[in-house]
């Protein structure tokens, strides 16, 4: 089946520092990437959508000079978390559309703590 | 407005027992997709059943059933014989449209345990 990675899995920060989190089809071409947050004991939000080699559209609530993509490739997005705060402390899942076959994965999580 | 209801924040079953989990949806798109994900502890979202509006039969998928009732807009999952692995969040989601690049809205989710 296709595989999804997410690098790294866990990361502890000090507030105020920059957080890259990547996001790897690993099979497949993913033409387009959904990142989504999900706070302790609540259900996934969706963040942002963005389609390979176009800016993310950001939804309502969240914003685009903190959470920063980039969808420069069919299997790799990145996710910067910029100037991180306690609040900012979540967890962070990608998913991918395969192009191909039209089918949405996820990937495992990146579970982010601002301290 | 919620586009994604699910009631039942926590269920309690008896292992080897049926258990359904709620989930009502609200669109007026008349193309649409229901989907069921299991995540364990460790985080990873799982899919487990997908229900198109146009099929005009639940979908199946081994223990797990859906029983949708399109004029209540309702979507329950339905699994049969539980077991202990069965234990997590289940997450009810819907897409709007044909189109997979259409967003995934997921309800608040329900937590099953599953009692030996």
């Known amino acids: 089946g296709a595989v999804v990675s997410q690098h790294p899995s866990r990361v502890i920060c000090k507030s105020g520092t920059s957080v890259k989190i990547e996001c790897r089809s690993l099979?497949?071409?993913?033409?387009?990437m959904f990142w989504y947050r999900q706070f302790p004991k609540q259900s996934l939000m969706l963040m942002a959508t963005?389609?390979?080699?176009?800016?993310?559209?950001?939804e309502q609530g969240v914003e685009k000079d903190k959470f920063l993509i980039n969808h420069a490739s069919l299997t790799l997005s990145t996710l910067t978390v910029t100037s991180a705060h306690p609040e900012d402390s979540s967890f962070y899942i990608c998913?991918?559309?395969?192009?191909?076959?039209?089918?949405?994965?996820f990937g495992p999580g990146t579970r982010l703590t601002v301290l | 407005a919620q586009k994604i209801t699910q009631t039942q924040p926590g269920m309690f079953v008896q292992e080897k027992e049926a258990v359904t989990l709620d989930c009502t949806y609200d669109?007026?798109?008349?193309?649409?997709?229901l989907f069921w994900y299991k995540q364990p502890s460790s985080g990873e979202m799982i899919f487990l059943i997908y229900?198109?509006?146009?099929?005009?039969q639940n979908a199946t998928e081994g223990r797990y059933s859906l029983n949708f009732q399109k004029a209540r807009k309702s979507a329950n999952l339905v699994i049969s014989a539980s077991q202990l692995g069965d234990s997590a969040m289940y997450f009810c989601?819907?897409?709007?449209?044909?189109?997979?690049?259409?967003?995934?809205?997921f309800g608040s989710g329900t937590r099953l345990l599953v009692r030996p």
């Open positions: 963005s389609n390979e080699g176009s800016k993310a559209t950001y």
């Open positions: 229900q198109g509006s146009y099929d005009q």
């Open positions: 099979d497949f071409q993913a033409t387009t």
């Open positions: 669109t007026s798109d008349p193309s649409y997709g």
């Open positions: 989601a819907m897409r709007e449209g044909k189109d997979s690049s259409y967003k995934l809205i």
């Open positions: 998913s991918p559309i395969d192009g191909g076959t039209d089918t949405q994965y």
